[in-house]
């Protein structure tokens, strides 16, 4: 425990006492956002963030010290560990690295090794490696039937003696450093067939670049052009270096006699090309792999963290415009709360073109339900339907209407989920996708919990990574957003009750079926009354569960209750009320914090009680805007190169940031071309939901394919933080592709005859990329609905 301690707090650069306490509140099963909130005094002030990291650490290097002793057990019970293995294997610092050491260890009863020496052929192989003498002698009066001639039993020698050479850790880890040195990835195209059908990758059908610099997001790219077959990948490299290595390790350069010499040389060049190089080659890629699915997760992370808590319009009625052609344009009217009005389908294109009826129908549900905003979908016809609004708008001057674009990402997954058929059962699936794309606008966090995140398309490569590991990261993230904000409990639906600390989707149901049952909560003490909900339960959910308009004022405040008598000290020492108290900055503002310091209330929770009295309930996500589309611009054919135009980022990533300008395709704004001065890391220029002035670049209309930049016109050029290909880090604009299998692995105890296998993936690719269009509140994209 202290080991894991102590290397957490190293990574974190926190002392280990707070590593400690944040450890034992997460084992008694308290909540990150809860600690991060509500227990300040006992981790020192360690936030959200460092909790998040220590406890996915923890986790890990729980794992990692578990595994690392059943390792160490396997050895003692074979009889092979030593001091430098011991050494080796606790500095392994990542499960994989444990692995590699182990590899050549792990029992192998079905190794071409293994049957030799069953065979009785190990001590033939330690004869020929101790003694001068000829291998052909060595094995006279050796009897087999597995191994009938001499060429047999001399190939079951070379495995015996390639798998005790395997067993020098020390050797294998100077090989792969060597190699890595010279280590280079290659991609060629894998036919000529496919050059067509996979013609996104046309920039890797003749590819190679240094291992060691091969940006995250690229080598995704290249990975998922060989699961759908395009391209083939190779890890080359230099040969030399290993093999004078291993015949330094051998002194094969002195054995004698000649057919000794000889024989031990070819079987050091089998050990090199056979065994350890496909294992090395295996084990970089990996490496880089598992490197990149991590920061291509935190990629999605970050996005999906701002897009999250992108600002919300707010309780105002909104029209839900869900475009469509020959289906019509769907309609749905919600209230400020969210519910539905009214619902209608309007037919402004071909076959039917009733454009005038149309204009009709959207001016009579605006005006009979007062509507406010109009939120129109990002989807097919939807720059086309935005025309139509406008001219409605423009003959109705008299209504007060603003109208936003909205992505539509994921809305057709929520529409057909169980979730939208118990919230909306009296409504056609289609209509549904015009009512999310209305609360969306209204609150994006509230909408966008109810979908799977991967559904969104805010990732870098999402369906190329580790799926479970992705899925907690995501889960993560959204989890600490619906806290930050907090929800009203007599509004809020099952899908984000369900995020609040301490609550999971069967307590967060029994929420709302009480709520159905008894009314309104009026106090957070009622909570208490609901099954499976107690004390445990509510001690971490209380404070970001909030009652509006309640018996108790401080209910509608992110004031834990355990602080309520806290407050009551604070109010009595100012001869005043909680109701006169909360907002009141004059009288919070002269209070001295200090003074109301005890052992139940520390100075952290003492000042933070004090800002929320002075703004409560605050709401963490920025002022609501929206981006204006150039009207007379509607596809990318209309685009030229020097056009200036406002967009909205929808996506960003490791090489750029991806811009919805109203064209239906997303444009990409190169890291080189992010600001005039030099960028390191695109999320620290950019965000998702952000309003930006771009300048057309480039434009290629056959693929679809806008380059943007945000610099100065005439500014001068700037060394981008990463090699600059903004044609080949486009690739991941890929269409939905089935998952496909991959060829076995090889056993472990077998090794081939000198050529070189193609570097192996350590598990096959999961699935496609998604569209790269980010579900914005502001103003949509081009993404699958």
């Known amino acids: 425990m202290t080991e894991l301690v102590q290397q957490i707090a190293t990574e974190l650069a926190v002392r280990p006492n707070q590593v400690e306490a ?47 002793e059943k390792v160490i057990a396997s050895l003692k019970e074979q009889d092979k560990l030593n001091d430098d293995l011991l050494s080796r294997i606790n500095t392994a610092e990542t499960k994989n690295a444990l692995e590699e050491i182990y590899a050549p260890y792990r029992p192998k009863r079905t190794s071409k090794s293994f049957k030799a020496k069953e065979a009785g052929l190990g001590e033939y192989a330690e004869k020929i490696l101790t003694t001068e003498i000829d291998p052909k002698t060595a094995l006279e009066g050796f009897s087999h039937e597995d191994y009938p001639d001499v060429d047999s039993q001399l190939d079951a020698v070379q495995h015996i003696i390639i798998d005790e ?25 894998a036919s000529e067939e496919k050059k067509e059908v996979g013609k996104k990758f046309r920039d890797y059908f003749d590819f190679s670049e240094n291992l060691n610099k091969v940006p ?24 030399d270096g290993p093999e004078t290595r291993i015949h330094e ?15 031990l040389k070819q079987t050091a060049t089998l050990f090199w090309l056979g065994k350890i190089r496909p294992q090395i080659e295996h084990s970089l890629l990996t490496e880089k792999r598992l490197a990149a699915e991590a920061e291509a997760m935190q990629v999605f992370a970050e996005n999906l963290r701002h897009l999250l808590l992108s600002a919300p319009a707010g309780a105002r009625c909104t029209l839900g415009v869900d475009p469509g052609i020959r289906t019509g344009v769907k309609l749905a009217v919600v209230n400020a709360s969210g519910d539905v009005e009214a619902h209608s389908t309007i037919y402004p294109f071909a076959p039917k073109e009733d454009k005038e009826g149309s204009i009709a129908e959207l001016a009579r549900l605006c005006r009979e339900f007062n509507v406010d905003l109009i939120a129109i979908g990002n989807g097919t016809a939807s720059r086309e339907t935005e025309a139509v609004v406008a001219e409605m708008m423009a003959q109705n001057t ?85 806290n930050a904000v907090g929800v009203d409990v007599n509004t809020a639906s099952p899908a984000i009750l369900g995020y609040i600390a301490g609550l999971n989707k069967a307590i967060a149901q029994q929420i709302v079926e009480y709520r159905k049952e008894h009314g309104r909560f009026e106090n957070r003490e009622q909570l208490k009354k609901v099954p499976r909900l107690g004390e445990r339960t509510f001690e971490q959910a209380a404070g970001f569960l909030r009652i509006q308009e309640g018996e108790q004022p401080l209910d509608a405040s992110a004031v834990h209750p355990e602080s309520y008598a806290l407050v009551e000290q604070i109010v009595s020492s100012k001869g005043t009320t909680v109701q006169d108290i909360i907002a009141n900055s004059e009288i919070i503002r002269s ?47 209309q685009l030229s190169e020097g056009l200036q135009l406002e967009g909205v980022i929808t996506n960003v990533t490791n090489f750029g940031a991806f811009v919805d300008i109203g064209v239906h ?21 950019v965000k998702p939901g952000q309003i930006v002035q771009v300048r057309v670049l480039q434009v290629d209309v056959e693929r679809g394919r806008v380059n943007l930049s ?28 089935k998952p496909q299998g991959q060829r076995p692995p090889r056993k472990d105890g077998d090794f081939k005859r000198p050529q070189h296998s193609k570097a192996k993936s350590e598990k096959p690719q999961e699935q496609k990329i998604g569209g790269f269009g980010a579900l914005l509140l502001q103003a949509g994209i081009k993404g699958s609905k």
């Open 398 to 482: 008299d209504l007060k209407l603003t109208r936003v674009t909205v992505s539509e990402a994921g809305a057709s997954v929520y529409s057909a989920s169980e979730l939208a058929s118990a919230e909306l059962p009296e409504l056609d699936v289609t209509i549904r996708g015009a009512v999310s794309i209305a609360r969306r606008l209204q609150d994006p966090l509230a909408e966008l919990v109810k979908i799977d995140p991967k559904s969104i398309g805010v990732g870098q490569y999402q369906h190329d990574v580790n799926q479970t590991g992705l899925a907690q990261t995501l889960d993560a993230v959204v989890e600490d957003c619906v």
């Open 216 to 239: 995250s997001h690229r080598l995704l790219a290249l990975l998922r052009g060989r699961q759908e077959n395009v391209l083939t990948l190779k890890v080359d490299g230099e040969n």
């Open 710 to 737: 945000m610099k100065a016109e005439g500014a001068a050029p700037v060394k981008a933080a990463r090699a600059p290909r903004p044609q080949q880090d486009r690739a991941e604009r890929s269409n939905e592709r």
């Open 249 to 263: 390790e051998y002194n094969i350069g002195q054995i004698k006699p000649e057919s000794r010499h000889e024989f």
């Open 591 to 637: 209070i001295d914090a200090d003074t109301f310091v005890t052992e139940q209330y520390g100075l952290p929770t003492v000042k933070d009680v004090l800002a929320e009295l002075e703004k409560p309930g605050r709401d963490p996500r920025p002022e609501f805007r929206t981006a204006k589309f150039r009207e007379d611009i509607t596809e990318v054919a």
């Open 665 to 685: 395709q997303d444009g990409l704004v190169h890291i080189s071309e992010l600001s005039n001065g030099f960028v390191s890391d695109p999320h620290k220029v």
């Open 22 to 68: 944040a450890i034992r509140l997460l084992d008694e099963g308290s909540s990150v956002p809860f600690i991060a909130r509500y227990r300040k005094e006992a981790t020192e002030g360690l936030d959200d963030s460092q909790l998040r990291q220590l406890d996915t650490r923890l986790h890990y290097l729980r794992d990692l010290f578990d595994r690392r």
């Open 165 to 189: 050479w395997a067993q020098n850790i020390a050797l294998t880890a100077d090989l792969k450093q060597i190699f890595a040195k010279t280590a280079v990835l290659k991609s060629v195209v």
